[in-house]
């Protein structure tokens, strides 16, 4: 069935324009709370459900209105104010919420916001329930609400902070501290600007935090994970050992090493592969990426006696994969990091911890520990289509698909597929000789558009 509604990510939009809108997020909790409805048990249970955001400025109207339509439907609620996606997640379980709600349109400039949903168990709900919420929120739910003598209330959690952060740093080798170390830390003017300097400190790190006074317009605006190029020239004018970046939601997590070389997620996960394996800790023999993660990642992996399982790209298949397999280390090349022996959802705080103890313990610079395997040249490109259009459909298209698949052959990878978030086809290519790689993603990209019209 297609979702009208949910994409890869929970719902996402410009704010205040459909469907990011506050008349949206009253139906989207409102018919969240008529699906979780359960009977009361011992006579006066509440479901319950805990929310969080990021500090962008449409957080507050979002946040309000969800708020709202929880309470209408006789739920209660509890509000963290800015915090981790993974905080949500973790706080939902442990405080036996029956739903979380992280609002925030992770790594989006300001103007943009997003729903995301957790389950009690701290996962992100699974596409027959997002569809089942789906089917309500179209509906009228007047005849739903229950009686003045049945509604909600709502409670400001004054130490959720506190609490995200003793979690994770009960991740952190026991009886080690990271004394000695000058990390960079940039949170992207997003959730972690609190926590995340906060969790190095108590660590003994020396810190120097960027991007930790948001403004409610400033999020990943040239800062955090997806705009690397101000922390590099701070790792190096500080002659820092590290820099860490977050994204708007710390979700995800991109390093710099201490010569201002961007690392990606593939070379951290290949590090935490290693580390978790030379300790007997990795689950499954191997991780869980991506169709993007790097060829170079893969056959790293191989030599090493590991495998690389492969799944769509969002890090929600990446999950499934690792909790069917019963892998313990997934992600993707874009710094999601899932550590499932942590964590229910991608962590950009707690795997920075992993790799800074992995640092740490290893005694090299950052860079002789970081990289451990070249990657091959990989191209990406975006063909924009109009919404409706089909051009994956075209009989040239998939001939020139077929034939581009033929000339890589062993010695490359293809992915071309359409985009969960905009209408645009993602052409990548990889493989050893960069050059016909190139050529190959250029004439690919031509069919297309001609195809897109």
Request: charge should be negative; charged fraction near 25%.
């Amino acid at each position: 069935m297609t979702r009208k509604y949910f994409g890869t990510d929970g719902i996402r939009g410009q704010a205040n324009c459909y469907p990011m809108t506050a008349d949206m997020a009253l139906k989207v909790a409102m018919a969240t709370a008529q699906v979780l409805r359960r009977e009361e048990l011992g006579g006066d249970h509440k479901n319950r459900a805990v929310i969080g955001k990021d500090p962008r400025l449409s957080g507050y109207m979002l946040e309000q209105a969800m708020t709202a339509g929880f309470l209408a439907m006789g739920m209660d609620v509890f509000l963290t104010g800015p915090m981790p996606t993974p905080a949500i997640a973790r706080l939902t379980r442990t405080w036996r919420a029956d739903v979380g709600v992280m609002i925030s349109a992770s790594h989006n400039s300001y103007q943009d916001n997003g729903i995301k949903l957790f389950g009690a168990d701290g996962y992100k709900l699974p596409d027959a329930m997002e569809q089942e919420i789906e089917s309500w929120i179209d509906r009228d739910m007047t005849p739903e609400l229950p009686g003045p003598e049945a509604l909600g209330k709502a409670t400001r959690i004054d130490d959720a902070q506190g609490r995200y952060v003793e979690f994770v740093k009960r991740s952190f080798p026991r009886g080690q501290t990271l004394e000695g170390m000058k990390v960079v830390l940039d949170c992207a003017n997003g959730a972690a600007y609190k926590v995340a300097p906060q969790l190095l400190w108590e660590l003994e790190a020396e810190v120097i935090t960027i991007g930790d006074k948001p403004n409610g317009r400033n999020i990943n605006d040239r800062c955090g994970a997806t705009a690397p190029a101000q922390l590099q020239e701070r790792v190096l004018a500080e002659g820092a050992d590290i820099g860490i970046a977050l994204d708007g939601d710390a979700d995800r997590l991109i390093v710099v090493d201490e010569k201002g070389i961007v690392v990606d997620g593939d070379q951290i996960m290949a590090l935490l592969a290693v580390t978790k394996k030379a300790q007997g800790f990795l689950q499954g023999n191997g991780i869980v990426a991506t169709v993007m993660s790097n060829l170079g990642l893969e056959r790293f992996l191989q030599a090493q006696g590991m495998d690389l399982v492969r799944t769509a790209v969002g890090d929600r298949y990446v999950i499934e994969a690792m909790r069917a397999g019963g892998y313990n280390i997934g992600g993707e090349q874009s710094g999601h990091l899932i550590l499932s022996d942590f964590s229910t959802t991608g962590d950009g705080v707690l795997a920075a911890l992993q790799v800074l103890a992995a640092i740490k313990q290893a005694g090299k610079p950052a860079s002789a520990v970081l990289h451990l395997f070249d990657s091959l040249p990989q191209i990406l490109q975006n063909v924009r289509f109009e919404n409706g259009a089909q051009p994956l459909d075209d009989a040239g298209v998939k001939d020139a698909i077929t034939q581009a698949e033929q000339t890589l052959a062993n010695d490359g990878r293809l992915v071309i597929r359409p985009s969960g978030t905009e209408p645009v086809i993602r052409v990548m290519a990889e493989g050893d000789d960069q050059a016909l790689v190139q050529q190959i993603v250029n004439d690919l990209c031509a069919v297309i558009e001609k195809a897109a019209g």
